[in-house]
């Protein structure tokens, strides 16, 4: 497994959280999603083998978020 954080914009409220979290666990190879609307930060716990760091973005994307780069 490995770890990333991700910084992403236009989280403002749990829900928010709770929706990148929803779209995330959905995709093969995510274990685990914690995100802190403070922080402006998401942590994604994920299987190297079968997801990479670039499709997770392209995931919270399609949620309807900003990541920043
Ligand atoms: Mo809160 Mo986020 O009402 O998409 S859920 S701002």
């Known amino acids: 497994m490995e770890k990333v954080n991700i910084k992403v914009d236009g989280m403002t409220c749990g829900g928010c959280v709770s929706s990148i979290q929803k779209a ?8 685990d999603v914690a995100g802190s609307v403070e922080d ?12 990479n760091q670039m499709k997770l973005e392209e995931a919270i994307e399609q949620a309807g978020f900003d990541v920043i780069k």
């Open 40 to 51: 402006k930060t998401v942590t994604v716990d994920f299987d190297p083998a079968v997801i």
């Open 24 to 31: 995330l666990t959905a995709r093969d190879g995510v274990k």
